[in-house]
């Protein structure tokens, strides 16, 4: 479950805030949040992720009260129980597939890395078309097959809430129909809560939910296009 409450949060004199008196998704719901650039939709799924602190009220992911943890505690708290696929898919170049998918487990010392996770990681790769591919680098693969890495780094640790900041972006229909179709097998299957960041209006039709995150954001006249939010 997500929830948020009394929640305030601003990126200094930009003239850019977020105000949301509450909101809850279920545990297993498919959401979309979509908005114009600039609404907050990125900052919204950081805040969630437990990346980003509000100024003011409370944000709970999986029953755990972020806003009351530290910030070690709220990195290894995101690492053990939320899958994120970053828009800009944030994987290392010096590392192969399989090691990049494997991440997780040796950044955080709560996660254990055993033979059975990495037959989980190669089951995955195989999954998205990626099972020939695990001793390459990022370097050498298409934009597509990046993003499907990011994916199956994200579903690893076999999150309860995934969370995938413009998955398709970028990305030609064959490979967005994939990578959406990963993700919501792994949430069908797992009954894992899934939020979705997308421009795309012909996607919604997968989710339980849209919600317009630019409903909750307040921008002053000041502010210009050059804000620091970029979704």
């Known amino acids: 479950m997500i929830e948020l409450r009394n929640l305030q949060f601003a990126y200094g004199e930009s003239g850019f805030r977020l105000k949301i008196p509450e909101l809850c ?3 297993g719901r498919r959401v979309c949040w979509i ?10 799924l950081h805040l969630v992720a437990g990346i980003f602190s509000p100024e003011t009220g409370v944000v709970k992911t999986c029953d755990v009260e972020l806003t009351a943890l530290r910030d070690a505690d709220r990195r290894d708290f995101r690492i053990a129980n939320v899958g994120l ?9 010096y590392l192969c597939v399989l090691d990049n998918i494997l991440l997780p487990y040796r950044i955080n010392r709560g996660l254990h890395l055993d033979s059975s996770v990495r037959e989980r990681a190669q089951r995955l790769a195989t999954e998205v078309g990626l099972g020939d591919m695990l001793s390459r680098r990022p370097t050498q693969l298409s934009q597509g097959e990046r993003q499907r890495v990011a994916v199956c780094r994200a579903v690893i ?22 990578v959406l179709d990963a993700l919501d097998s792994y949430s069908t299957h797992h009954k894992t809560t899934l939020v979705v960041v997308s421009h795309d209006r012909e996607i919604l ?21 050059g804000s620091k939010d970029d979704g």
């Open 25 to 27: 998704i279920p545990q």
């Open 157 to 178: 640790t076999n999150p309860k809430i995934l969370l995938a900041d413009e998955p398709t972006a970028n990305l030609d229909p064959g490979n967005s129909m994939r």
């Open 85 to 93: 696929v970053f828009q800009d898919f944030a994987l290392l170049d």
């Open 205 to 225: 039709t997968r989710f339980d939910d849209t919600i317009d995150v630019s409903e909750f954001c307040v921008k002053s006249q000041l502010m210009t296009s």
């Open 35 to 44: 908005g114009p650039s600039g609404s907050g939709k990125t900052t919204l």
